[in-house]
């Protein structure tokens, strides 16, 4: 009886443990930390583009020298300023500029902005200028008819103690008939001379008639080429009127002669 009411205690205590252990208040747990807070993040403005040179261009790109050319541009986009170099300076973003080089010139535009510069080139070409033209033919009559002779007529030459018309004298005479032509031509009235000379040996009278058929064969070979006789006559100076007065044959033959002067 004893024992068993030991035992009842004992299974009482117990459960009164139990209940009190049940009871005990509870350490209430802490709530996890918030997430952190997102970090803002700001992004750069994008960079605006460099300008655009639409257009650079010279008008016309070949010039001679003291002509002008004109050049002409346009700029679009951001666009701070427009400048062109070559004493141009500072322009509008779309214009025109007449220029006047004296030489071959690169003209370079350079627009500028907040995205940067651009440049643009354009070249003009200065020719040479052609050359003068040539001036106008004379119109009036050149000279006088002894300066004529003087300059455009040769002596034709002969052999010695003969008349007839050796192979340098033919062609002598022949560069003198086409001189001769245009001589007439340009004085209708004048008449021409041909003189026959000779050296100092033989006599006077000899020498004059010597120097009469070298004057008459002169003429003979220009009126074959075309000069009208009556427009030629002829005399004979014999030795009377020489060139070189030396005693040798390089001088004799300077004085055996046809020579030219305007008649009277």
Not at 28 to 57: I, N, Q, R
Not at 105 to 115: I, K, N, R
Request: aromatic content about 6%; some cysteine; charged content about 20%.
């Amino acid at each position: 009886m004893f024992r068993k009411r030991n035992l009842t205690l004992v299974a009482l205590a117990l459960s009164l443990g139990i209940f009190a252990a049940g009871c005990k208040k509870k350490t209430p747990v802490a709530p996890p930390p918030p997430p952190p807070a997102p970090v803002e993040t700001t992004k750069p403005a994008p960079t605006p583009p460099a300008p655009v040179v639409s257009s650079f261009s010279a008008e016309p790109t070949t010039i001679q020298r003291g002509q002008s050319s004109t050049l002409r541009w346009e700029v679009s986009g951001a666009v701070n300023s427009v400048s062109i170099d070559n004493a141009i300076g500072t322009v509008q973003n779309t214009g025109n500029r007449r220029v006047f080089p004296n030489d071959s010139t690169t003209y370079t535009l350079t627009a500028s902005g907040p995205g940067g510069s651009t440049t643009s080139s354009v070249t003009v070409t200065v020719a040479a200028p052609p050359p003068p033209p040539p001036p106008p033919a004379p119109t009036g009559v050149r000279g006088t008819v002894e300066s004529r002779l003087s300059s455009d007529v040769q002596d034709a030459y002969f052999d010695y103690d003969k008349s007839d018309i050796r192979g340098d004298a033919r062609d002598v005479l022949s560069r003198d008939a086409a001189a001769i032509k245009s001589i007439l031509t340009d004085f209708p009235n004048a008449v021409i001379v041909v003189e026959g000379h000779c050296d100092e040996r033989g006599s006077a009278d000899y020498n004059l008639g010597l120097g009469d058929r070298r004057a008459e064969a002169a003429k003979d070979f220009l009126v074959n080429m075309g000069i009208p006789a009556d427009r030629l006559k002829t005399i004979s100076y014999g030795k009377e009127r020489p060139v070189c007065t030396e005693s040798n044959e390089s001088c004799w033959q300077r004085n055996r002669r046809a020579h030219f002067s305007p008649g009277q």
